[in-house]
C-alpha cells in the first residue's frame, strides 16, 4: 500500500520563510463577507490566535514573513470573461473590495485590511507584502519573485481558506521548485453539499506537501532553525 505520510522536513537558515494568504478582515471577523463560510473550522482549529503565535515566533527568530493579500479594484469588477463561482460571489459580496490600486481611501478598518492583531507583525516595515493574488495562487502576483530574489527555497505556509487560495498556492510554489510545510492548525475550510472543504485540502496536503505540522510543531522547528545563517546561493 503506497505511504503517504509525509516525510520529514529540516528548515534550512535563511532559505526557510513563513508565508500567508488572506490575512483579511473579511475572513477573519465576525462581520467579515466570508466569515460565515469558514467559521466553523476556524473555531475548531484555533486559526486566529495559531496564525499570531506563527507570526510571533517568525518574528522572534528573525524569519522572513511573506504575505499574499488577496485585493479586487474597480477595474476587476469590469472582467468580461467567465469567472468561477466563488469568484463570482466574492464580486458580488464586495468581498476584499479596494477603492484602487493606488489608493488607501477607506481601506482601514474594511473587509480588505488587516486584522488589526496582526498589523504590528505585518506593518513592521519587515514583512514582504506581495502584489495581490487575482484568483487562488500565486501565479497572478509577484510572490515567487519575492521569494526568488531573497534567495528562499523552503516555505512554511498558512492562511484562513485552505482549499482554496492556500492549496492554490501550495501546488504553484511545488510546481516552481520549493519544499512546502503546510500548517494544517493555521487554516480552515468550508463545506457544501459535497463535503468538508478543510477534510480535503488535509487530503490533498498530505499527498503534495513535504510535511504537515501543527502550529506548535512548526513553532519548534521555527526556535531550533539558525535563521541568521545564510541562503543557499543560486
Known amino acids: 500500500m503506497f505511504d503517504h505520510r509525509s516525510p520529514e522536513m529540516t528548515l534550512r537558515g535563511g532559505a526557510a520563510a513563513l508565508v500567508f494568504t488572506d490575512l483579511h478582515n473579511d475572513f477573519f471577523m465576525p462581520d467579515g463577507k466570508a466569515y460565515g463560510l469558514i467559521k466553523e473550522s476556524l473555531e475548531r482549529n484555533n486559526t486566529f490566535a495559531n496564525i499570531e503565535v506563527l507570526l510571533r515566533t517568525a518574528k522572534s527568530a528573525g524569519m ?36 484602487g490600486p493606488l489608493s488607501l481611501e477607506n481601506l482601514e478598518g474594511s473587509g480588505a485590511d488587516f486584522p488589526d492583531r496582526y498589523k504590528p507583525y505585518l506593518l513592521d516595515r ?33 492562511g484562513p481558506v485552505g482549499n482554496l487560495c492556500v492549496e492554490a498556492h501550495m ?64
Open 64 to 99: 522572513k514573513v511573506f504575505v499574499s493579500p488577496h485585493y479586487y479594484y474597480p477595474h476587476d469588477h469590469k472582467w468580461v470573461a467567465p469567472t468561477t463561482p466563488l469568484e463570482d460571489l466574492a464580486h458580488q459580496i464586495g468581498l476584499l473590495d479596494r477603492e
Open 171 to 234: 501546488r504553484d510554489f511545488i510546481e516552481h521548485g520549493f519544499e512546502i510545510a503546510m500548517v494544517r492548525d493555521a487554516t480552515g475550510g468550508a463545506r457544501n453539499e459535497e463535503g468538508d472543504g478543510y477534510e480535503a485540502a488535509m487530503i490533498n496536503w498530505r499527498f503534495l506537501a513535504h510535511a504537515m505540522w501543527t502550529t506548535a510543531e512548526a513553532v519548534k522547528r521555527i526556535e531550533a532553525c539558525d535563521v541568521a545563517s545564510a541562503p543557499i546561493a543560486a
Open 126 to 158: 519587515e514583512t514582504i507584502i506581495t502584489s495581490p493574488h487575482k484568483a487562488y495562487g500565486a501565479s497572478t502576483n509577484d510572490m515567487i519573485l519575492q521569494l526568488r530574489r531573497h534567495r528562499i527555497e523552503q516555505i512554511i505556509l498558512a
